[in-house]
């Protein structure tokens, strides 16, 4: 394909996304119908159509409306002289020119600068502060790709070997014994050795730096309470020997752990009921939240999140926290996580918290944000007083 065609079909991508539809759908649905496409043109049809979705309100402004057409012009427009690419030229597969008087576009203003809603803008600025528009800035640009070296399958010096041998370069990050950050290579690591024997496993840094600030220990009796896909779950296994819990309110999202433990060679008991099996030495609660600092990965999740949606997931972690904590023993651990960068998620949950609950504690709490290098994480360790 070549990159004016690319162009085309992102604006195509995006038009469907902009209508409603999942935008991993919408990509799988286009890779399978389009079987010219390559791996390349494939990924760099990914690129830019999340580059668009993060940068959704700038791109629309700068390319002159809120249609796949405008977002990619937009991209194309936001680029320097040097990077621009060649993709308006009206060739067989390119889009046509732009039209000067319909499509001029317009510099952003307002929260379009920094891609989010309006609404967002002014509980994000009270609750980031000085690092609001150095955060935000940072949103607009990928993730980086971190790993986790699963010490259970293989040492740190054998997981870069193993990668470096499949030509994925790989970087430590400081204060990590067992993170790296991908430099080259980051679409072969699924289907790379390490990845296959469990010497690596996928996971954003700040998640790991959360899991590396529980009090873990061996011989604990620990509930991972929404453990999702278990990315949490199998690195709290390889901190220390446990007796592992997942529980997930739909079952269905823990459909791959069975999997990914026998891969990494842990043991993890999952939980209809885990009420049941309490008291636990430490409950972990990954509370359902905005997403708002994991929006590099999941730009769309940015545009979905509705004040009305948010007041949901409000009253949810408040609930949420509530039974967790009900399962922790006298003198036990309650860490409350969330992926977001609000406030009312996070510091003001754990405020209610304590004034409803008056026999706990704070220990610890944590702000991460991308500008320490991963997604934004918020940690709030709570213990639970002796009876």
Not at 40 to 63: E, K, M, N, P, T
Not at 92 to 105: Q, Y
Request: proline share 7%; glycine share 10%; hydrophobic share 45%.
């Amino acid at each position: 394909m070549t990159p004016g065609a690319r162009a085309s079909a992102a604006m195509a991508v995006l038009d469907q996304v902009l209508a409603g539809e999942p935008v991993e759908k919408v990509l799988t649905n286009w890779g399978r119908g389009a079987r010219y496409a390559g791996s390349s043109d494939r990924a760099a049809l990914r690129d830019i159509v999340f580059q668009c979705l993060r940068c959704r309100s700038a791109y629309a402004a700068l390319g002159g409306g809120l249609t796949g057409r405008g977002l990619v012009l937009g991209h194309m427009r936001s680029l320097s002289d040097d990077q621009r690419p060649d993709w308006f030229t009206g060739g067989p597969h390119d889009p046509l020119p732009p039209d000067p008087a319909t499509e001029a576009g317009r510099p952003p203003v307002g929260a379009e600068v920094f891609n989010i809603p309006d609404w967002l803008e002014p509980p994000l600025r009270q609750s980031l502060g000085d690092d609001f528009a150095p955060v935000m800035t940072a949103m607009a640009d990928r993730a980086p790709v971190f790993l986790r070296v699963n010490p259970l399958r293989g040492s740190l010096a054998a997981a870069e070997a193993s990668l470096a041998a499949e030509a994925i370069t790989v970087r430590g990050c400081a204060g990590m014994n067992f993170a790296l950050e991908v430099v080259h290579g980051e679409r072969k690591i699924r289907t790379s050795k390490a990845y296959a024997s469990g010497c690596v496993e996928l996971q954003d840094l700040s998640s790991q730096v959360v899991v590396a600030n529980l009090p873990l220990a061996d011989g604990m009796k620990v509930l991972d309470h929404c453990a999702g896909g278990g990315g949490k779950t199998l690195a709290m296994a390889a901190a220390a020997k446990l007796r592992l819990y997942a529980h997930d309110a739909f079952p269905h999202r823990m459909i791959d752990l069975t999997a990914r433990a026998d891969r990494a060679g842990v043991a993890v008991t999952q939980l209809r009921r885990p009420e049941e099996q309490a008291p636990f030495d430490l409950v972990l609660v990954d509370a359902p939240c905005s997403g708002s600092g994991s929006w590099r990965r999941d730009p769309a999740g940015k545009w979905a999140l509705t004040e009305a949606r948010l007041a949901t997931l409000l009253q949810k972690q408040h609930q949420i926290l509530r039974r967790a904590a009900a399962m922790v023993r006298p003198g036990g651990w309650l860490a409350y996580v969330t992926c977001s960068l609000l406030s009312v998620e996070n510091d003001d949950q754990i405020t209610a918290f304590l004034t409803d609950l008056p026999g706990w504690t704070l220990a610890r709490r944590q702000v991460l944000t991308p500008l320490t290098g991963g997604d934004g994480f918020f940690l709030a360790l709570l213990q639970r007083l002796p009876s």
